[in-house]
C-alpha cells in the first residue's frame, strides 16, 4: 500500500488545475488517468476568461507559447436568420483560443507534475472511507491510501457516484461530431470565430482547428439521433448542406467524414459536489450544454476552487467542503437559468426538440 496526500482521478484540466494548486501547497499528490487518451477531443474553443485562471496556475505564458490559433469571439444564428456577433475585443482579457486540445491538456499534466503531482496510469476501481482517510482500489487491484480524494472523472463522475453522491441530470442532450479536413480547396486563412446554428431539430456548431481542420458538431436529443439518422455520415453531411451559415463554412471541404463521434452533451450535477474528505470538479461536479462555451474554464475554476477547500479542510476549517458543495449547486443552479432563457430565444418552430425547451 502506497499513501498520498491526496487522490486526483482524472488527468483533465480540472484534474490538474487542483493537483498542481495541491502539490504547489506542500501536499503529496497523486494523479490517476486511463495511460491511454482519445485520439481526439472536442473542447477545442477556450474563452479570454480562461486567461486570469492559466495565469494563477502559473501556466499562461507557456499556453499562450504553444501555437494554439486566436479566437476572436462567437457568431450564432439564434433565433432568427441573420448572425450575430459576441466578439472577444472589447472584453477585459483579448482574445481566446483555438485550442489543439491534446497540447493543451498535456501541457497542464505536464506543468502539475513538474509541481510536484506523481501520475499513476490506470482507473480507480472503488474507495472505501476508513477513520481519517480513503482506502482506494485500482483497476489492477493494487491500493492507495489518501487523506482526501478529487474526483475529476467528468461527465460520469465515477467516484463522487461511489462514495455516496447522485448525478441529477436535466436532459439528454448528445453531439454527433465530425472533423472535416484539411480543405480541399483553397488555402485562405480560416475565420477565428466559432459559430452556432439553430434549426428544427437542434443546432450546429462549427470551429476552425491548427492545420486547416474543422469541427462540426449536432446537437440534438438522444431520442431524435436515430429518426434524424445523424450516426450515418452521409445523411449527417446531407443535413450540413442544409444548414446556411454552416454550409457555407464548410464550403471548401468534401464530405462525408470518415468517421462520427457521439458524446454526451447533457447538463448535469453532482449532489452534494463534496463531501467529508473529497469534492468533485469540473464536469463531475457541473456539466453545461456546450452551448455555453464554458466547459474549459469552469474545469480550471472548479480545479483552484476544490484544491483551496481541500487545503483548508487539511488545515482544520471544517466546513470548508460544505461551502465549496453549496457554491458549486449555486453555480449550476446560475447555469440553468441562462441556459432556459437562451432557448427560449428560439420561437421559430414549433418541434420536440424545442417544445421541450420551453
Known sequence: MRRCDVLVAGGGPAGCAAALSLARAGARVVIVAPAIEPAWKVGENLAPAARPLLERLGVLDRIAADGHAPSHGNLAAWGEDALSVAGYAFGPYGDGWHLERARFDATLLQTARAGGARLRAGRVRSAQRERDHWQVVMGDGSVLLADHLVDATGRTARLARRVGATL????????VVGLLGPPTTGAAEPERTSLVESTPWGWWYTAPLLGGERIVMAVTDTDLVVDLRLLEPDEWWARVRLAGH???????????????RVLAAGSSCTRPAAGPGWAAVGDAATATDPLAARGIVTALATGLAAARAVLADRGGETGALDAYARR??????EYLAAQAAQYRREQRWDTPFWRRRR
Do not use: M, N, Q, Y
Open 328 to 333: 458549486i449547486a449555486a453555480v449550476h443552479a
Open 168 to 175: 441529477i441530470r436535466s436532459d439528454r442532450l448528445v453531439a
Open 246 to 260: 454552416v454550409r457555407d463554412r464548410t464550403a471548401r471541404w468534401e464530405g462525408p467524414p470518415r468517421k462520427l
